[in-house]
Structures are given as C-alpha cells and as structure tokens.
C-alpha cells in the first residue's frame, strides 16, 4: 500500500471530474432554477386546478381528443360548473397565447416532446406565417 | 359486536342486491339519456345542382373556402395533389352513364365532386385502425391522430375522394387557418362534411360559399328537409351506384 496517497488522490480527482457538470450547475444555480411560466394576463382560473392541470393536462387533451373526434362531444363541463368547448387551440390558447413562454418552456424542462403543434396550429405562428 | 356466520352471510348478501339494484337503476338512467339524444335521427347527405353551378362555369368560391378553413394544402406538382372538393369532367364522374350522345348541357362540363360520404363506405371497411369510421349521423369521419399512412382506404374508395400527403403539408398551405389543424407527412385526408362547423350549428364551408345555392346540404331522416324536397321534386344521380356503396351526394339532371 504503497501508493495509497497517489491513489486516493486519482480516485479524487476522477469523483471531481465525473461529477462537475452537477458543480457546474449547483454553483451557477441552474438545476435549481423550476421554468418561469409566464401566465395568462387576463385569466387567473384554468379549467381545473393549478395541481391538476400541471400533473395531468396531457391526458385530458387525450381524454378531449377522443371525445371530440371520436364521439363529436363537444362540451367540457367542469367541476365548478363552467363550460367550454374542447379545443386546444380555440380554448387553451385563447389565455395561453405565448406558447414558447407557457408549454414549450416547461416541455423543454421536462424533455418532453409533444407533437401537437405537427398539425395543431399555434394562433401566434399562423399571424407570423400569414403576415 | 360479534358476527357468526350466518348474520354475516345475510349482510354479505343484503349489500351484494343493494348494490346489483344501484347498477341496474343507473343502466336503466342511462339509456334513457341515449334514447333522449338519438330520438332525432340525422342522416346528412348533399344535393348538387350542376345547371345552376354551371352558371358560372369558372367559378370556385366552394374550392376556395373549403381549402381556406381546412388548410388543404396547394401542390403545383399533381402526383403530390391534395384535394378535397374539385371539379371533375361529367363523363369522368358519371363512366356508368354511356351514353355517347350526353346532352350538350352537361357533356364534358365540370362537376363538383368530393367525398360521398357512402352508407355503406369501402373505405371505412379496409381502415386496419379505425381512423375511418362511418358516424351515426352518415359522416364517413377521419381521425387523424391514428391515421398510419397505410392507403388502404385511398386503394379502396372508387371516387378518388382521398389523398395522400406525400410531403409535409404545411409550407404549401397559402394562408393558415389555427381552428383547424393541418396534416402532416404520411397522413391521408379528405371531405369530412365540415364536421366541425355542423357542431357550431353552420352549414359546410363550401354550401354556405355558393352564391347559385347550386349546393344543398341537410337531413334525409327529415321528411322536411329541403334535401328531402328536391329529391321528390327532381331525377338525381349518384356516382356509381352499381358498386354498391350507396354514395349520399344527389346530382340534379
């Protein structure tokens, strides 16, 4: 055991080395740092609860799809009693209009890959595309 | 409280009735709710005039707006073509009419054609995941989250009313419209009778373009439906009805 010390240095410097991207964020304080959602100005209720609506929006818009294209039902009723029609881009976008600041910042957190927006089309690039 | 056996079994038994009646009471509550909504039987179905659309033999206000609010993409090579309501020579659209001495109005004149919306539709039968279905109301509809591309249903529908996206549609859509999706690469497509405005209480995009009112769309399960009128009143056609496919388009002759 002679090269103890030489050892547990390599040892050291490799534990340092392998590990730095999670330094490199914990100091500049990145991996910390939940995306910033920028909200809807002019609504502050969704059709369900902020817990619900972050846990589970993806598969309500199953659930709608389904029942919309499927089933031509049109109506959500919510807890509370509102109605609204079934739509991603005519009802959520109507208050979350600024999708790379609200769905995309998050789905980019998450790694997520959604492919709505191959056909469904977001009501701010159809104003840029169309001039 | 002590339970023996048989207090036991005859509560086991008293909640197993209860709860068969609680399920049977609600059965019954719901289908009474699904009769409620079928008790106005819809059979939507489309009657065409072309004497009155060959008014004005140039004109394709229906094209436009149905193109405009369904994003139908615009290829200028043909084998890519996507179409969803055009205009098809006579003779080409009615081949079971031999007669080659057509009457001068209608030989080789244009007539809209798009999809039949068959009650019996080849199409929907050859679909291998159900992205094709026939609705209760006679809507051949597409879903389009489970199309997989296999043209099947293209092989299959003897109008020609389905086309295929070879390329990715979206940068050859003129003017995009965000109520209604656009399609991607590999995704068939056609007429869905404007589904989706029926639900808004409209008429399709391309009736309500017309300005002849050479279209007329409505309920044929509706003994007063203006379909059902100009049926009684005039001899109409049906795109090659030999095949049995049942097509719910009337053409006036």
Known sequence: MRDRSLILAGLLLFLGLITFPIWYNLASGASSKEPELKLPANEKQCVASKETMRTTHMEMLITWRDRVVRQDDRTLRTADGRTFEMSLTRTCMKCHENREEFCDKCHLYAGVTPYCWDCHIDPKLARRTNG | ?253
């Open chain 2, 1 to 253: 409280m002590s339970a023996n056996r048989r207090t036991f079994l005859g509560v086991a038994g008293l909640s197993a009735l209860a709860l068969a009646g609680k399920s049977t009471l609600s059965a019954i509550e719901g289908s009474e709710k699904k009769d409620a909504a079928a008790s106005a039987p819809k059979r939507w179905a489309m009657v065409i005039d072309p004497q009155k659309c060959l008014k004005n033999e140039g004109c394709k206000d229906c094209i436009a707006a149905c193109n405009k609010v369904h994003n139908v993409p615009q290829f200028a090579d043909a084998q890519h073509e996507v179409k969803w309501i055009w205009k098809e020579p006579f003779e080409h659209a009615f081949p079971d009419q031999e007669n080659p001495y057509t009457a001068e109005a209608l030989k080789e004149k244009p007539v809209l054609v798009f999809c039949n919306h068959c009650d019996n539709p080849p199409c929907v039968r050859v679909c291998p995941t159900k992205a094709t279905w026939k609705r209760e109301d006679g809507i051949v509809m597409m879903d389009w989250h489970r199309c997989i591309g296999c043209r099947y249903c293209v092989a299959a529908c003897p109008y020609g009313s389905r086309s295929f996206n070879w390329l990715d549609p979206r940068p050859h859509i003129p003017a995009l419209d965000p109520n209604f999706p656009t399609r991607t690469k590999g995704v068939v497509e056609k007429c869905t009778f404007c589904d989706e405005r029926l639900a808004r209480g409209q008429q399709p995009a391309c009736v309500e373009s017309c300005k002849e009112k050479a279209l007329v769309f409505g309920n044929l399960d509706d003994p007063t439906s203006e379909v059902r009128a100009l049926l009684k009143e005039h001899y109409t056609l049906r795109r090659k009805p030999e095949l049995g496919t049942h097509p719910e388009i009337y053409y006036i002759v």
